[in-house]
């Protein structure tokens, strides 16, 4: 008699498959074109591929330091002192981690014990609420304003209570691709500290801002800074999101319980990447240009919904595009997200499912970070939907 498989207890009953997984692998058996899932479809700068290359070859594929090797977090720091004129210590205050999930991991876990409360925006990335129940915490989800997605802060100060421990804030924001002001960040930092509330603020796509928005950093606020985690990505700024490179800056105190996590979930990561990355960061031009780079992209792929029923308004930041269909058909942005990649060839994503509550505003958000060809491909179907 074949004995039955144990079963255990789910930590995360509700969760299921990744949307992205979902629609990246339906697009797959389509063969529809992927403007679902955030990765780009043009290659690496062979620079950057031959330097870590080069120290692979040299011998560079032990263990790194756990909170990575002094050249690299020292150059990022330079970096954000150059860009921001921002100070960071490199030897206390940033950790290089396994991409910036990892990151967002560790940074949640930092100040999230059982029964404290966590404020999130919806429509919110996927990551921050799962990591919140895990560590015993309970999401409070909070919808951001329509249409213009700004944060509503009646509704979050009447959210916060004794057991509020922190807020997760995302700028630039995916995935509805605003920006948060100056004006937003202090009315943040002053909730932070009335409230005694920590921040993590995910800010992968920080250097994809356009039109002249400049992105405002929690690290740009002293007091915001003391009690907050910031989390970067190299994969979203080199174009290499399957090299899970991210970092995290924080105080030195933060920082000295967030290496406490990290040295358990991946203890170190990629050592020749590390090297790499570091001579990488010399050439400023690299992550200075990004703006321009993205954003003919962006506009590329507005120009091709020109004659459409499809609405948009202009990517403020990221490499996402929210656009309205509700010119085009009556039916659910789940739905028609399928329909469209099955029958139309064109893969999306559907924004109701960053949000809790389900909200449907019949939009759906595509990336835009493709080839020119990959844009043109897709705006020739998208133009040829009625």
Known sequence: ????????????????????????????????????????????????????????????NQYALSHGIPGL?????????????????????????????????????????????????????????????????IPRHINLQ????????????????????????????NP?????????????????????????????????????????SVLHYPALANRSMAVFSFGKTFHTTGWKMGYAVASPAITHELRKIHQFLTF????????????????????LSL???????????LAGLTGTLFRARPSAGTYFQLVSYEGVSSLGDVEMAEKMTKEMGVASIPVSVFHEDQTDKKLLRFCFAKTDETLQKAAKLLQSIR
């Open 268 to 287: 170190s990561v990629h050592t020749p990447t590390q090297y790499a990355l570091a001579d990488f960061l010399g050439q400023e031009e690299k992550y």
């Open 1 to 60: 008699m074949k004995p039955s498989d144990p079963v255990t207890g789910s930590k995360l009953p509700a969760t299921g498959t990744s949307i992205f997984t979902v629609m990246s692998q339906m697009a797959l058996e389509c063969g529809a074109i992927n403007l679902a899932q955030g990765f780009p479809d043009f290659e690496v700068d062979p620079d950057l591929v031959e330097r870590v290359a080069f120290y692979m070859k040299k011998g560079y």
């Open 146 to 173: 329509f249409p213009d997605y700004s944060l509503p802060w009646d509704q979050i100060d009447a959210a916060i209570s004794p057991r509020t421990k922190a807020m997760v804030i995302n700028s630039p924001h």
């Open 291 to 301: 703006p321009s780079f993205f954003s003919q992209k962006r506009d590329r792929f």
């Open 73 to 137: 977090r020292e150059n990022i720091a330079r970096m954000i002192d150059r860009q921001w004129g921002v100070f960071v210590d490199f030897r206390d205050q940033l950790t290089i981690t396994s991409g910036a999930t990892e990151a967002l991991y560790a940074a949640i876990s930092v100040v999230t014990n059982p029964g404290d409360e966590v404020l999130l925006f919806d429509p919110a990335y996927d990551s921050y609420d799962p990591v919140i129940r895990l560590n015993g915490g």
């Open 176 to 216: 509805t691709g605003t920006v948060l002001s100056h004006d937003d960040m202090l009315r943040i930092q002053e909730l932070a500290i009335r409230h005694n509330l920590f921040v993590i603020s995910d800010e992968v796509y920080c250097h994809l801002v356009y039109d002249g928005v400049a992105h405002r």
